[in-house]
T-cell receptor, first 118, second 112 residues
């Protein structure tokens, strides 16, 4: 089945640090990947749609300069949380769809990255 | 009106019984429907996809789709404590481009 690998699984760092999270589709190509954030006991919130070879599409209220997205290949998207602060602490999850199998495919999720900013 | 709506629960079901989870959606032209399970502290995992009206069975899980009434449901037979999780309904709507719209999830608790 479709596998999405996300790394790292856990980050603890000081306020002001920038943190990069990688999302890879291991056995399929993904022209589009999605980045979500989830606070404890709350719903998944879509932050942005990452598009291979072009700019990401950000949801309303998400700062594009704060959350930098790069989708340089058909199997890799990265999310960089720049100058992270304690309020950025959350569970960040990426997902991807198989681009070669049509538009009705489900999204497959990575295992998520738990980010804790001290 | 939300695009995808679910009752947040918690839904408490005794072990061995059938758990029934429901979801409604607003876009009548939607074609693809998915159920995900999310354990606490983990990311969502795909359980079922359904594209046509009627029932689709996979083991203890049955997805039901009724496009005329714009609802999709998930039945879990012989519920086990390990089924306790949040279940997310997701819909590929005609207006959502490449993304899937997720409901806020129903928390299911299976009591021994």
């Amino acid at each position: 089945g479709a596998v999405v690998s996300q790394h790292p699984s856990r980050v603890i760092c000081k306020s002001g640090t920038s943190v990069k999270i990688e999302c890879r589709s291991l056995d399929f190509q993904a022209t589009t990947m999605f980045w979500y954030r989830q606070f404890p006991k709350q719903s998944l919130m879509l932050m942005a749609t990452s598009n291979e070879g072009s700019k990401a599409t950000y949801e309303q209220g998400v700062e594009k300069d704060k959350f930098l997205i790069n989708h340089a290949s058909l199997t890799l998207s990265t999310l960089t949380v720049t100058s992270a602060h304690p309020e950025d602490s959350s569970f960040y999850i990426c997902s991807a769809r198989d681009s070669d199998r049509g538009g009705n495919q489900p999204q497959h999720f990575g295992d998520g990255t738990r980010l804790s900013i001290l | 009106q939300k695009e995808v709506e679910q009752n947040s629960g918690p839904l408490s079901v005794p072990e061995g019984a059938i758990a029934s989870l429901n979801c409604t959606y607003s876009d009548r032209g939607s074609q693809s429907f998915f159920w995900y399970r999310q354990y606490s502290g983990k990311s969502p995992e795909l359980i079922m996809s359904i594209y046509s009206n009627g029932d689709k069975e996979d083991g203890r899980f049955t997805a039901q789709l009724n496009k005329a009434s714009q609802y999709v449901s998930l039945l879990i037979r012989d519920s086990q404590p390990s089924d306790s999780a949040t279940y997310l309904c997701a819909v590929k709507t005609t207006s959502s481009a490449s993304k899937i719209i997720f409901g806020s999830g129903t928390r299911l608790s299976i009591r021994p």
